[in-house]
């Protein structure tokens, strides 16, 4: 009787393979089972960007994928931005086939778990095929800088709403600006992704930057003048005058959340020859001297009044050592940045605005909000006048018993100063501001040596003389 033999089923002849395998490699006869696990060669199967490179050790797999490597170093990127096209290669902006990186991966493949795993896993691989996409290399540093450029020629900065003072110092709109900006971290995604697909032309992110809106600050309250003050200047002055106008002008259109204090030095920042500042006479040590940003002080002085008229509650105010031309006594708010600073706090249950305006030879300060139909009275009580000491310096070139004034004096003060605000006739608030001192200016006069000295030094002998020597006679 013929027996007919049957085929083994396949996966069953796999499993025997395996088991023999084992075996072999318990016993340390299984050479053959190492050397086609062994870890310095790719499995056969895998590719490289469809590039076989199975049964290849690294250098071999690296000198088959050179070219491909190249093709991703010296690819051409367009870049679409709002109205341009940017061409770049991807080595240019730090991006690179990382082939040693791709290939440790491909070799690594097949080479993990037991024995037994590792045969099932070259198995399939080799059935089904297994490709790799190369790694890429990053200069993180390099492609940063890189869209920091490009950001450079994108990016607009949105501006605020504001408002400004109009000739007759009503509130006058100036609308907002929409923005711009590069999504930088969307931006580096997307390259990368486009290398790695092998794509060559993209329209990078940008997004819209909405400004604070006029609409928005009516809604909020910003709707009329409730405080406003004016000083006067010397126009002729011109460093003096250009200094409190740029100082004014760094106060314009500045929106104060309720709750929020406001400080005149962090807003208007340092008065210094780098921002911009000239020259001009300021108050130090009770005595007029030149100095960097004379003139802010009016600045200062005229927004606290406009303060005070608007029914904000003043933090932090000082006022100078000696009587201000420009503003009555109480009245000034000094400030020196790094040192002394006037601030307030927004009281009011809605934002509050600062608007300037230079007109000729006067300065407008305001405060814009919600008007309550308040009624705001500020009074200075001058309660000591305090006398001005009087200085004699003696010049020895001046005739004798001469007097001359040389610097007039004045006297100081002592005032006080008190708010007192009225809603619907009825007085809601009374309450002393401050109290200043101001010191005198001393009265120069130059006086020459007093006379009965110089009439003494008339009367004294002149001295005498040594003898001559003896004539010699002839003999």
Known sequence: MIETVRPVPRKHLLAAIMLVALFLASTG??????????????????????????????AEAQAVLGSQAKRIDEKQLELGLVDKMVKVQAQDIGIEADLEETINVALAVGHSGSLWEQLQERYRIKQEGYNLKLELRMDQEQLAGFLAQLAEQVNEPAQDAYFVLGSGNEP???????????????????????????EGTLRLPVQQVIPR???????????DVIGIFSTRFNAAATDRSYNLK????????????????????????PREAEQGYREAPIIINDELVPGVGGGICQVSSTLYNAVLLSGLKPVERR????????????????VSY??????????????????????GNQLFMAILGTARGEQVYIQTTVEQEIPFPIVYEEDPNLPPGTDTIEEEGKPGYKVSVTRTIRRNGNIVLHEVLSRDTYQPQPEIHQVGPPAEEQAAEELLPAPMGLPSAPTELPL
């Not at 809106?213 to 709707?223: M, W």
């Not at 740029?246 to 259109?253: K, S, V």
Request: with cysteine; proline share 5%.
């Open 338 to 359: 790094g040192g002394i600073d006037f601030k307030f706090k927004n009281t009011r249950p809605e934002p509050v605005m600062i608007c300037s305006r230079v007109s």
């Open 172 to 198: 006058v709109a100036v609308p907002e600006q929409i923005g711009r900006s590069l999504e930088i971290a969307g931006a580096k995604e997307q390259i990368v992704a486009a290398v790695k697909a092998g």
């Open 246 to 269: 740029l100082g004014a002008d760094a106060l314009n259109g500045y929106l104060i959340e309720p709750g929020e204090v406001f400080s005149f030095n962090a807003v208007v920042g």
């Open 29 to 58: 006869t299984a050479v053959g089972i190492r050397t086609l696990l062994a870890a310095d060669r790719i499995v056969p199967g895998v590719s490289i960007e469809g590039t076989d490179v199975g049964g290849l050790n690294a």
């Open 319 to 334: 006022n100078h050592s000696l009587p201000s031309a420009y503003i009555g006594l109480g009245r000034d708010a000094t």
């Open 213 to 223: 809106t006029v609409a928005e600050l009516r809604r909020r309250g910003i709707n």
